[in-house]
T-cell receptor, first 112, second 110 residues
Framework: RKEVEQDPGPFNVPEGATVAFNCTYS??????FFWYRQDCRKEPKLLMS???SGNEDGRFTAQLNRASQYISLLIRDSKLSDSATYLC?????????????FGTGTRLQVTL | DAGVTQSPTHLIKTRGQQVTLRCSPK?????VSWYQQALGQGPQFIFQ???????QRGNFPDRFSGHQFPNYSSELNVNALLLGDSALYLC?????????FGPGTRLTVL
């Protein structure tokens, strides 16, 4: 079983739609969680961290359920510019012992 | 403030050859991690360098080796290249837990 699992998609949604991605992780020792965005043929960039209490950044809302070991990302009012691959990332350890593990990514295509 | 830089941007090699990829971290960052991203996959952790030593290693063979220099820049070396080594190689620098990625080196092995 992969340490971080995501539905690879693609998710094809019209502009203005709300879309949600889920991600599960297998290691209960995972400490921190993130969503990264990766545009085609570009490097991943941090979109947002995910906190147990849930957090929101504009149209993006991230939630963490430690008991069920899943993370979600909700995008409201989708824009064409949201088209990208969204990578779920978990962190174990700290400092030089820290290690990021990436999911395979979920591809989102927003259309007119 | 320059972010993470990597060179070269693209590289084509043949099976059996050796390759060296280079990374300069973001200013003020002392830790460098390398990742391999195959097409359609998420980045896979190769190893991490701090204070010129390899601190952690992912599930990659010894053909993959690295180095960190006193100025925190780093190299990734891959020997005896295989077709399956074709991928985007990403370098990330960090201080604390947030990692910033470079644009990557796209390696094609023929």
């Amino acid at each position: 079983r992969k340490e971080v699992e995501q539905d690879p998609g693609p998710f094809n949604v019209p502009e203005g739609a709300t879309v949600a991605f889920n991600c599960t992780y297998s290691n209960s020792a995972s400490q921190s969680f993130f969503w990264y965005r990766q545009d085609c043929r570009k490097e991943p960039k941090l979109l947002m961290s995910v906190y147990s209490s849930g957090n929101e950044d504009g149209r993006f809302t991230a939630q963490l359920n430690r008991a069920s070991q899943y993370i979600s990302l909700l995008i409201r009012d989708s824009k064409l510019s949201d088209s990208a691959t969204y990578l779920c990332v978990v962190l174990r350890g700290a400092g030089t012992a820290s290690k990021l593990t990436f999911g395979t990514g979920t591809r989102l295509q927003v259309t007119l | 403030d320059a972010g993470v830089t990597q060179s070269p941007t693209h590289l084509i090699k043949t099976r059996g050859q050796q390759v060296t990829l280079r990374c300069s971290p973001k200013s003020g960052h002392d830790t460098v991690s390398w990742y391999q991203q195959a097409l359609g996959q998420g980045p896979q952790f190769i190893f991490q360098y701090y204070e010129e030593e390899e601190r952690q290693r992912g599930n990659f063979p010894d053909r993959f080796s690295g180095h960190q220099f006193p100025n925190y820049s780093s190299e990734l070396n891959v020997n005896a290249l295989l077709l399956g080594d074709s991928a985007l190689y990403l370098c990330a620098s960090s201080i604390d837990n947030e990692q910033f990625f470079g644009p990557g080196t796209r390696l094609t092995v023929l």
